[in-house]
């Protein structure tokens, strides 16, 4: 009978054991080390998404200030209005006149475009981009002396930020505007 128990094999009490903190240890460093890529995963597609909604927003906007025929008094620093001759009549019409704003929203902001159009007929105005961030500069418009034309330049840079991320930082996308139809 001894001989027997001699001759087979087995592994002892220690041995289990060891193996088996071995085990944990591997597979809370393969844990971590997953759990931290995800979250990494997580930021950069969080951060690439608000940067394309900020290029996403100021694309457009640049498309229609570029085109500008005048900027209003009214414009401030989260404030642009603007006057876009679409149908080249040279003639104000409501719904040529784009303003685009940053208006507070809970504890960030959003981009509103809308028009004097939208604003006759009720239509509220359309956002552009969320999680605008509250700190945005917004709009600055600067007129620029030139010795031949009355050129206006419009600097517009925008901060956005990712959604759901209070801690996350900001992504800020900015450009000079030159108006290439001032009156």
Do not use: C
């Amino acid at each position: 009978m001894r001989r027997r128990l001699q001759d087979e094999g087995g592994f002892t009490l220690v041995e289990l054991m060891v193996t088996m903190l071995l085990v944990g240890i591997i597979g809370s460093a393969t844990l971590a080390v997953t759990t931290s890529a995800l979250r990494s995963q997580r930021f950069a597609i969080g951060q690439r998404v608000a940067m394309d909604d900020s290029r996403t927003a100021v694309d457009r906007m640049l498309k229609e200030v570029r085109g500008a025929r005048r900027v209003y008094d009214d414009s401030t620093g989260t404030r642009l209005h603007v006057w876009v001759d679409a149908d080249v009549d040279n003639v104000q019409d409501p719904s040529e006149q784009v303003v685009y704003e940053i208006v507070p929203s809970g504890g960030s902001a959003r981009l509103q475009r809308s028009t004097a159009a939208d604003a006759a007929g009720g239509i509220p105005p359309r956002t552009v981009v969320f999680n605008v961030g509250p700190t945005s500069p917004g709009f600055a418009y600067t007129p620029v002396p030139s010795p031949t034309t009355s050129t206006r330049l419009v600097a517009i840079e925008l901060r956005t930020a990712q959604t759901g991320a209070a801690d996350a930082p900001t992504v800020s996308v900015s450009t000079n505007v030159r108006l290439r139809n001032v009156e």
